[in-house]
């Protein structure tokens, strides 16, 4: 029941609709608040009961102190849930097995059921088969369905069985996109006690680009997918307030840049500022001259640098975005009417306080790419060559990785606080051809390498592109770029140009509304030309989706050890994600994805080499084909209309024949089938007691992985494909699955036994147990030999022995992936010491019951001369009521006996609270239990 104390709940008319709403400035303090922080504020001010939210958080919140590291513990209580189905299949899974649970302990199970609305679109199951001919998406999209039909089932059956479970059918779109386009609501409106109330559309996601919908001015984030779980389940989610970094944007992108430009730009300066765990929010005079799409392209890569959330405010951009993709005048009207009597429309001369400011003039953002590791590292378009022989010279000598040393150096406190930062501009589209080659660039290994494709010979050799790929939500939402590859598309081949014979070409919309624009637009047939194919409407390379190689360039690679390269338009390009023989992988804009198929090798400099010649033999440069500014704006006025959404969204939900001929059963509970290999009982409830234990010690532990920094959670739990002489290609082998139908480790996150057997199994990873290896490897516990890491955690098992992580800084970093908690738990780790964490994966730990333990500062393994061979003791967890702030580590060695202290990164009482229970789920199921009055029997083991 809400209690209102603030007196905040009045009413507003729009229209011939009136409408309850939770009047913020009823709060004193909240006018000096940041935008993202006023939606906080009403989220607590209609969600008060005087338990859970109470009037002090509203307090709190309303006295924010800026300069404050962090604030107030609050709770926050998302509008809806938004999951893809690599993440949504277990939370489908595990919400069944609760049922199970809830059974067994004499509970109805019909109360594991959403209590908010979860919208779940299927979009990362799509594999790039097929590529470069006109059948590609039919042939992609049904062998998609052969492999993962046993997964859909399950989706079907959970819309159908739970309440306000909504599934967004296969071949439809990615997430983000059909997010930004057609879910969102700006505002929300549910009726409550008797009244239709209108709120900000707020929002978790079980994936950490989930901020791409800040652009439209909602907040949300990524969560993990126990985390969501958890809101899914009425759970309100605990979070301490948090610091907001105001973004000032002034002036508006030159001629020749991109919003890809833009948001490498953005990433690489919030990196280095150093905001992870704080809102980012833009505003400012520049504001107006971002369109939504380059907006949401900016909110799309939060997770890229670090920040929870990166919200634009609502302004006359917003309606119009909201017109253009076919929501009703209505609607509109409402986000109007709302946003401005709130206090939530964007005034460009009002500056809320901030805990830090940054700036950016707009006119300063250059062409560039990022790679080949990591999205933070920018590269300007004319030192690629350069940069590309320092990495190959590198790679090929003394060090064992790849990365841009000048920018991993790069100081956390480069700008000052308040200092606009300007970006140097060194050159333009327009260099003269006969600009010199950098006299530092430094020698690399050539090793042309002959193949024979399609009939033609061809060299490559480090440094070709093999990979090119317009792909992922991150640009393909973007209407401009997307245009700008269509007509550089166009004017190359009106110049004659092709693109390498040697490079795997491929189109992954977001949404097929951007089909439908090329198609009116005349520009399908010229993307074809090149070999942009349509291949199928997911999220494809950017997953890991890429699919095999050209045969023969994947020979070429493996016999030569060539140190190739792919090009995407896309978010992410960690260690081992985009393809295992692919060691660079460069994100850049969808236009300059199809220059480099023209060139098929990153030694080309882009502002001055030619791309090729033309049919009288005179050279082609990328400024020759560059469209103008004018010219894309000119197309997508005139072919990106509003009819398209909305025709395109009409029959969102029905899906194909194949989705609509599944065959589903009926019932409360679902039917486990033991023979499935996609979803399985996973054991998380097993022998489950009825009330949580006492906390405990742990003792004598080992290590079972040494790992650096940066450790993302696609090292943890990689998302790609699964090599038949891994331990779960090897279990998928003795199941009777075929080496050609693994599919990938994504999509097999609803089976415990594949996931826990993919867990650390990164090719890229580099266990410091031992060195010089890559791969999921490690010290078997019984003589030290190399073994899986999958088989030395069962040795270990089998003893009893508990095992610890130890880890770098950044800890987790990259997507959202519960298995990447869930693995480790079922693995036998207890804990995990690192130098620091990444915010989702840490919250995901506790919401396992994994301990998250952080070196003091300023020290680390490698200061405290820890060889990961020690034995460790946690100690001061035994007999505490609380969970302590600090514990000590009882390292011994073969040199006796030393004790560190850690901090233990719990840092809320509701995360303590989720440790104590050994788990969010097993925490929201005893809350159930208890409003249940079951039997105490604990749950039965299921079959598996």
């Not at 393909?476 to 070409?505: C, D, I």
């Amino acid at each position: 029941m809400r209690t209102n104390s603030f007196g905040a709940r009045g009413q507003l008319a729009v229209g011939d609709a009136t409408y309850d709403i939770y009047r913020i400035d009823r709060v004193e303090g909240s006018q000096r608040l940041p935008y993202s922080l006023k939606i906080l504020l009403e989220n607590l001010l209609r969600n008060e009961d005087g338990a859970v939210v109470t009037a002090d958080q509203v307090r709190a919140l309303a006295a924010w102190d800026p300069a404050a590291e962090h604030g107030s513990e609050i709770q926050f209580t998302p509008a809806r849930v938004l999951l893809q189905d690599f993440t949504g299949v277990p939370c489908a899974v595990d919400l069944v097995a609760m049922r199970d649970a809830m059974t067994s302990f004499g509970g109805d199970p019909t109360k594991i059921n959403p209590l908010v609305p979860v919208e779940l679109v299927i979009d990362h199951s799509v594999i790039v088969d097929v590529f470069g001919r006109p059948d590609a998406f039919e042939r992609n999209a049904a062998q998609e369905f052969a492999r993962n039909q046993e997964r859909y089932q399950l989706l079907r059956w959970s819309q159908q069985s739970f309440d306000d479970f909504l599934v967004v059918p296969p071949d439809t779109g990615i997430c983000h996109q059909v997010n930004l386009e057609y879910l969102a609501r700006v505002v929300f409106t549910r009726e409550s006690e008797g009244a239709m109330v209108a709120y900000p559309d707020t929002l978790v996601g079980t994936d950490s680009h989930t901020p791409m919908v800040n652009g439209l001015g909602v907040l949300g984030w990524g969560v993990g997918g126990i985390e969501a779980e958890a809101a899914m389940l009425g759970q309100p989610m605990s979070m301490l307030i948090p610091q907001v970094l105001g973004f000032k944007l002034t002036g508006e992108l030159p001629e020749g840049a991109t919003a890809t430009d833009l948001v490498l730009t953005v990433a690489q300066l919030l990196r280095q500022r150093g905001v992870v765990g704080k809102f980012v929010e833009f505003y400012g005079p520049g504001v107006a001259n971002v369109p939504l799409a380059n907006r949401a392209t900016l909110g799309n890569m939060s997770p890229e640098y670090g920040s929870t959330c990166a919200i634009f405010p609502i302004d006359d951009e917003t309606l119009s975005y909201l017109r253009l993709t076919g929501r009703t005048p209505e609607q509109i009207a409402l986000v109007e009417a709302y946003a401005k009597e709130q206090g939530l429309w964007h005034d460009p001369a009002h500056e809320a306080r901030y805990s830090q400011t940054l700036e950016l003039d707009l006119s300063t953002v250059e062409p560039s790419i990022a790679g080949p590791t990591r999205p933070q590292d920018r590269i300007a378009l004319s030192s690629v060559p350069r940069e590309v022989q320092r990495l190959l010279a590198n790679q090929h000598g003394s060090s064992p990785s790849l990365g841009l040393s000048s920018l991993d150096k790069a100081s956390a406190d480069s700008f000052p606080a308040s200092d606009p930062v300007s970006i140097s501009r060194d050159h333009e589209l327009d260099v003269p051809r006969d600009a010199p080659v950098a006299d530092d660039a430094q020698e690399w290994p050539s090793r042309p390498t002959s193949v024979t494709i399609d009939g033609c010979q061809a060299s490559i050799d480090n440094g070709s592109v093999v990979i090119a790929a317009i792909t992922s939500c991150t640009n393909t939402s973007n209407p401009s770029v997307m245009m700008a590859a269509g007509l550089l598309a166009k004017k190359a081949v009106e110049r004659g140009l092709t693109s390498k014979p040697w490079v795997k070409t491929s189109l992954a919309p977001g949404s097929r509304v951007v089909t439908d624009y090329y198609d009116e637009s005349g520009l399908t047939p010229y993307l074809d030309a090149l070999g942009f194919n349509l291949v199928g409407y997911g999220c494809t390379t950017c997953i890991g989706n890429s699919g095999p190689l050209i045969p023969q360039v994947s020979d070429a690679v493996g016999e030569n050890d060539l140190t190739v390269s792919s090009v995407l338009s896309g978010n992410r390009n960690f260690e081992g994600r985009i393809h295992g023989e692919v060691k660079m992988n460069f994100l850049m804009s969808p236009p300059l994805v199809v220059a480099y198929a023209l060139a098929g090798t990153m030694h080309v400099n882009l502002t001055c080499d030619p791309l090729g010649d033309d049919a009288d033999g005179q050279p082609v440069y990328l400024r020759d084909i560059w469209p103008t500014a004018h010219e894309v704006r000119v197309l997508v006025d005139e072919y990106v209309e509003a009819q398209m959404f909305t025709t395109g969204y009409s029959d969102v939900l029905s899906g194909d024949e194949n989705w609509t001929g599944l065959d589903i059963p009926s019932g409360d509970r679902f039917a486990w089938q033991d023979s499935s290999t996609y979803v399985r009982s996973p054991p998380f409830f097993d022998g489950m007691p009825r009330e949580p234990e006492p906390l405990e010690d742990i003792v004598d532990a080992c290590v079972l992985v040494m790992l650096g920094d940066s450790v993302t959670t696609d090292h943890i739990s990689p998302a790609g494909a699964i090599t038949k002489d891994s331990p779960a290609g090897r279990y998928l082998i003795e199941h009777g699955v075929a080496p050609g139908d693994f599919n990938s480790y994504g999509s097999r996150r609803g089976n415990h036994e594949v996931m826990i057997r993919g867990t650390f199994a990164n090719i890229r990873l580099r266990n410091q147990l031992l060195p010089g290896v890559e791969g999921g490897f490690t010290r078997h516990p019984s003589d030290g030999r190399q073994t899986t890491i999958f088989d030395a955690a069962m040795a270990y098992a089998a003893d009893r022995v508990p095992l610890i992580v130890i880890a770098g800084a950044d800890y987790g970093s990259g997507s959202s992936r519960d298995w990447a908690a869930k693995g480790t738990l079922l693995l036998g780790v207890k804990a995990v010491l690192a130098t620091s964490f990444e915010r989702i994966h840490r919250s995901n730990l506790i919401g396992m019951g994994v301990l998250p333990l952080q070196f003091e500062e300023g020290e680390s393994a490698q200061s405290l001369g820890l060889t990961g061979r020690e034995s460790y003791s946690v100690a001061g967890m035994a007999g505490a009521e609380a969970v302590p702030d600090l514990v000590t580590i009882r390292i011994q060695d073969d040199d006796g006996l030393r004790e560190v202290s850690a901090r233990v990164r719990i840092d809320t009482p509701a995360e303590a609270e989720y440790f104590r229970h050994g788990g969010i789920l097993q925490r929201v199921l005893r809350t159930l239990l208890d409003a249940e009055e079951p039997t105490l029997e604990p749950p039965d083991t299921p079959s598996r």
